[in-house]
């Protein structure tokens, strides 16, 4: 399937302690052997459990990410893993949390390496959580080679920098563009839109040419970081540890509801999921345009299960600007990040690892479903996929889209979808305007980032 799956500190030990360990102790360490202690003066920026580069490492994933593991062990067979499945914290069910949580109380059992479907898990495994050691290693004080954290895309790695230091290595990417059928635009004479103004006003003109189709859908719960995000709407905005900016009452708020609620009116930008009966029922073969992520490619268009668009028809353009803005920002739904854990007894094989998945072509070009977030193995995954044929345009807009996310959208504890679908879904099914709603919208948001400890500015 073409395109993007979307589907910490330990006890510091005290200067007393640390000078009382033994030379005969020490050395072992350094000879990485272990010692049943840590090291209160970690070379890599965190306190590190005394190292055995034998020890086999414990590495997470889910269902998707098994091709991932599988693709390292044939690369590295003399490495000892133990891969463990588990659901990647996907749709927020918080189980890659709960279960740190558990093994910090314990004082045991954390995994070496942890894939989540989530892009705001380095928001808590960064901190200290009662005391205890924060679960994620920093990658970027010589853990993971420099070189290799620059290659990353621009702004890749914002969800995984915590207080300028970086605790993950993003998996993929999920930044919106939008795609259109190229065949109908062709056979209905129509120009795609250059800008958000363009685009409602060929909307309305689809509504009145030619009912029944559609260039776009409001109905799933990351609406907003489609639209909103996209406008540059300050609803998310992330300014530390714990705090955040919520302000829905800008124009760019403002303009981006206006748009979604004009369409929803006319029937072209319907209040329905991409990932219901009804959709697939109503609007297959009636797709115009969707603005929406990059794994919407095989999750949506190229799928016999959804809308099984046929080869040749699907195009895709780059992220569409605001009139009168220079420069398009969009925004970004989903993704996933692998973290590797400060508690490793064998950091050299974990960092391997999490390198490995994130970077060589091996899994990232040749195996994994979706768009890199390392731009080296991205762009020979785009040139990959163009050359499937399956596509009526380059799909270079994909690679333009990843590095213009705009970074006033944050990524906190709290889940910015399940505030839309508790809040907004509701009210809008039931016949509200979204441009009414930003008020409810605004407190929603400020209730769940106080429930999570945020200051609210």
Known sequence: MVGIHTVVHPRRRTALVATALSAATALLALAGCSTGGSSANGSYGFPEAAQDTSSTITVWVDADRQAAAKAFEKAHPDTKIKVVTYDGSANGSNSFRTKI????????????????????????????????????AVLDKGLVPKETLSNFTQGALNPC????????LRNDLAQAVLWYNKSLMDQFGYTVPTTWEEYQALGQKVAAEHPGYIVGTQGDAWTPEVFMWGSKCQANDITGPTSVTVKTDTTECKRAATLLDTLRSDGTVPNVSVFTPEFVKNYTGKVLMMPGPAWYAG?????AQS??????????????????????VTGNVGGGTWFISSHSKNLKAAEQFAEFVTTADDYQVNVAPGYPAYAPAAQKWIAKQDASKYYATPLQPIVTAASQVWDGWGYGLFSQEAVWAKTMTPAITGGKNIADLLPTWQQAIENQAKVNGYKVN
């Open 101 to 136: 949580q558990l093994f910090d109380r314990a004082g045991s059992g954390w995994p070496d390496v942890v894939f989540s479907s989530q892009n705001n898990d380095a928001s808590w495994a960064s901190q200290k959580t009662d005391g205890k050691q924060a679960f994620a």
């Open 161 to 168: 920098t915590v207080s300028g230091q970086v605790y993950c």
């Open 299 to 303: 999750a949506i268009f190229n799928n």
């Open 307 to 328: 809308l099984n668009v046929p080869a040749g028809q699907l195009a895709v353009a780059a992220p569409l600007p605001w009139k009168g803005e220079d420069k398009a």
